[in-house]
């Protein structure tokens, strides 16, 4: 591959004026740069990370009865359950060791889970079905009051 020299520019560092030169390879065409389009890039950027972003709609109901709650993994493994019923479109939930230390459970996040959960079956805000050496399946229930 054949380089040429292209031009010869300056750039000043620590008040010095010195000389660089721009090689580019034969057959290259040097690209103008459009304002436009980078700026159109860094929305695109924005708007994929602003859909990342979850959130949680809480009824009335859960927020009265986990002000009851005496541990904090309660009411974030309950705010993750309603965030997971909503993606599954009410369909019940396998609570893994996985989502119980995304929840933010914490050390021992499997004897967390389980206390949360209890905790929360307690309060009347779930069904959770228990089975040995398997994930507890969670069923989100229906309050009114």
Do not use: H, M, Q
């Given at each position: 591959m054949r380089v040429k020299r292209a031009s010869t520019d300056y750039v000043i560092r620590r008040g010095r004026r010195i000389a660089v030169s721009v090689f580019e390879p034969d057959g290259?065409?040097?690209e103008a740069f459009n304002l436009d389009d980078y700026r159109a890039s860094l929305e695109m950027k924005?708007?994929?990370r602003r859909h990342k972003k979850g959130f949680v709609m809480v009824p009335e109901t859960w927020m009265q009865r986990l002000t009851k709650a005496t541990r904090v993994g309660t009411i974030k493994?309950?705010?993750r359950l309603l965030y997971a019923s909503?993606?599954?479109?009410g369909a019940p939930i396998k609570v893994s060791n996985e989502m119980a230390t995304?929840?933010?459970l914490g050390r021992d996040p499997k004897r967390r889970?389980?206390?949360a959960l209890a905790e929360l079956e307690g309060f009347g805000l779930?069904?959770?079905?228990r089975c040995k050496k398997q994930a507890p399946v969670v069923t989100m229930?229906?309050?009114?009051d």
């Open positions: 290259a065409e040097k924005d708007k994929s493994l309950g705010l909503w993606k599954s479109n995304a929840a933010g889970k389980f206390r779930i069904a959770v079905e229930l229906l309050l009114t």
